[in-house]
């Protein structure tokens, strides 16, 4: 899954997040 536009990250919907780059406020998804 994906950040949600509230996360703000640029890569959105490109790329998948590392859980480290992913804030608190973001439950960093299974990769």
């Excluded at 703000?8 to 990769?31: I, K, N, S, V």
Aim: glycine letters at 10%.
């Amino acid at each position: 899954p994906w950040a949600p536009p509230a996360y703000g990250a640029p890569q959105q919907g490109m790329a998948p997040m590392p859980p480290q780059q992913a804030p608190q406020g973001y439950a960093a998804a299974p990769y």
